[in-house]
């Protein structure tokens, strides 16, 4: 039910990033569904291999890197779909930042509503 929940929360942020900030195109719903399962599946798998990879890189900037990934990372899942679109890496680099900060809300929620 969390994971579920989860995710529909998730589309709606991104729809929410979408509407907040123009260099982020987001269709419609459906498309924001599959792209929060693609961001999500990325951030799983991905991220903690180009963690390690990039780990004395994050070390010098003081883990500062570790926004270059998330922006990577965004702007790959824009790159794969086709309902999902990013304007550039900067533009990537703020719509992730925009983005986990909602993320940080909904699992916050989550976590609180639906308690283990």
């Given at each position: ?6 995710w529909l ?76 679109h990013v ?30």
């Amino acid at each position: 039910m969390k994971l579920i929940l989860t995710w529909l929360l998730a589309a709606c942020a991104l729809l929410v990033v979408a509407y907040i900030y123009p260099g982020v195109q987001v269709p419609n719903f459906t498309s924001a569904l599959i792209a929060a399962a693609v961001i999500g599946l990325f951030n799983a798998v991905l991220r903690p291999i180009l963690v390690v990879l990039t780990l004395p890189v994050t070390i010098v900037t003081l883990g500062l890197f570790l926004f270059v990934i998330n922006a990577l990372l965004f702007w790959a899942a824009s790159g794969v779909l086709n309902g999902f679109h990013v304007n550039g890496f900067w533009a990537a680099l703020l719509g992730s930042l925009i983005y986990s900060v909602l993320m940080l809300l909904v699992n916050t929620a989550v976590r609180n509503v639906l308690p283990r």
